[in-house]
């Protein structure tokens, strides 16, 4: 049972996002503006997690000083919201079955950047370069 946990837990994640998708795209369609959505997305997972982090976190997670929390703030804000904006202005431009398909690409983006930028070797003459 274990190997195929990740099997299907993998599957799930990946017809939840399917879902995500035809659902986004369909809204789209309907007329929603892709930066008023992406605004509802990052609210309802504040009002989601916030709690939970409160209540399962409040006793062993550190203090957050001010120039860490505006790190925070900066990269969430260009890392995190900026591709989910561009997603989303993509997604309304083009089909459900794209984004899949190119959502499913960025690992390997990233993977090729990181051997570009040499911060991950690539030695397939060797186990351990072998992606």
Known sequence: M??????????????IYGGMHIVTKDAFNEGM???VFVFYRHATAILLLIPIA???????????SY???????VH????LSGS???F???LSYASA????????????VAFFLAVSFRMESLNVKRPHGIV
């Open 97 to 108: 079955t794209s984004s899949s398909a190119i959502s499913n690409i960025l690992p390997v």
């Open 54 to 64: 409160f209540v399962l976190e409040r006793k062993t997670a550190p203090q957050l």
């Open 76 to 79: 969430v804000l260009y890392g």
């Open 2 to 15: 274990g190997s195929r946990a990740a099997f299907v837990v993998a599957f799930l994640l990946r017809s």
């Open 33 to 35: 503006s892709p930066y």
């Open 84 to 86: 989910i904006n561009v």
């Open 67 to 73: 120039k860490v929390s505006l790190k925070l703030f």
């Open 88 to 90: 989303s202005l993509g």
